[in-house]
């Protein structure tokens, strides 16, 4: 079993910055994959921003204000989110691609945090 927990989120005025932390832990051989996506009501879960190992691959509304960045040591991925915007306000859900120590290859998904931004 992989779990992930992530933390972070909360109330933010425009222009404000939130990081966010999630932590995997579990039968863990190697981490193949981590991001963020996030979702509002009504409206498909979308990429924010994903580390696969080469450069990370960013949303184009975030591109320049957030940054990801991983701690392999520590298992743990962060989303840096500077000059925030009304239209960020989402679930923000932490996503790993994880090779087990039962020798597979799992999709794990975090339980969400919220971030509000007002304007």
């Known amino acids: 079993q992989v779990q992930l927990v992530e933390s972070g989120g909360g109330l933010v005025q425009a222009g404000g910055s939130l990081r966010l932390s999630c932590a995997a832990s579990g039968s863990i051989l190697s981490i193949k994959t981590m991001g963020w996506y996030r979702q509002v009501p009504g409206k498909q879960r979308e990429l924010v921003a994903l580390?696969?190992?080469?450069?990370?691959n960013y949303a184009d509304s975030v591109k320049g204000r957030f940054t990801i960045s991983t701690d392999n040591a520590k298992n743990t991925v962060y989303l840096q989110m500077n000059g925030l915007k009304p239209e960020d306000a989402a679930v923000y859900y932490c996503?790993?691609?994880?090779?087990?120590?039962?020798?597979?290859?799992?999709?794990?998904w975090g339980q969400g945090t919220l971030v509000t931004v007002s304007s």
């Open positions: 580390n696969s190992g080469g450069s990370p």
């Open positions: 996503n790993a691609g994880v090779f087990t120590r039962a020798y597979r290859t799992v999709e794990v």
